[in-house]
């Protein structure tokens, strides 16, 4: 079974671009969640989407948005990026609940300048 | 608020010692405890999970405890190896509400040839 796939693996953008994150899960999950990790911060959590529809939301600015698609792949969507957004944007799959076993894809490296 | 604290943030052994990282946390009501492995630079992969009912689990050369009175955990590492040189993370969800996991800022380890 083929593992958490993430596009890109790395970008890097200028303030105030957007930018959009692509994750596939494993096939069968129809979890996906989204984190920030940054040096400072450890890993936080984003959002969550389970069937098409936001479950639970982290505490971030309303620039980060996502979407689920049908088939259960994911987009995370950042606008009028920030140098501070700058990070690891990792995203985790799970059967049906972010709180439980989750397995978690390579990581879009984004780098903000 | 829901906090895990992980000690030591950083830590050096030689290659065959073992080792002992420690995680406490304040996620009420308690769901489930995991353990986390993140080499630099690639996402974090599922070591064990316990649920409230669980005091120990192993994975190989890595042992979990889960104390849910003192809200303490430990992974135990045995025999060190230098691929265990990596950062291990402990993550709590709590239960019945959002499941959202809250994550220690993790442990850094080093083993030294």
């Known amino acids: 079974k083929a593992g958490v796939t993430q596009t890109p693996r790395y970008l890097i953008k200028t303030r105030g671009q957007q930018v959009t994150l692509s994750c596939s899960p494993i096939s069968g999950h129809r979890s996906v969640s989204w984190y920030q990790q940054t040096p400072g911060q450890g890993l936080q959590f984003l959002f969550e989407y389970f069937s098409e529809t936001q479950r639970n939301k982290g505490n971030f600015p309303g620039r980060f948005s996502g979407r689920q698609f049908s088939n259960s792949r994911s987009e995370m969507n950042v606008s009028t990026l920030e140098l501070g957004d700058s990070a690891l944007y990792l995203c985790?799959?799970?059967?049906?609940?972010?709180?439980?076993?989750?397995?978690f894809g390579p990581g879009t490296r984004l780098t903000v300048t | 608020k829901n906090q895990v604290e992980q000690s030591p943030q950083s830590l050096i052994i030689l290659e065959g010692k073992n080792c002992t990282l420690q995680c406490n946390y304040t996620v009420s009501p308690f769901s489930n405890l995991r353990w986390y492995k993140q080499d630099t630079g690639r996402g974090p992969v599922s070591l064990t999970i316990m649920t409230f009912s669980e005091n120990t689990k192993s994975n190989g050369r890595y042992t979990a405890t889960l104390d849910a009175d003192t809200k303490q955990s430990s992974l135990h590492i045995t025999a060190s190896q230098l691929s265990d040189s990596a950062s291990y993370i402990c993550?709590?969800?709590?239960?019945?509400?959002?499941?959202?996991?809250?994550f220690g800022r993790g442990t850094s380890l080093i083993v030294h040839p």
């Open positions: 993550v709590v969800s709590a239960a019945g509400g959002s499941y959202i996991p809250t």
């Open positions: 985790a799959s799970s059967l049906d609940r972010v709180g439980y076993e989750q397995y």
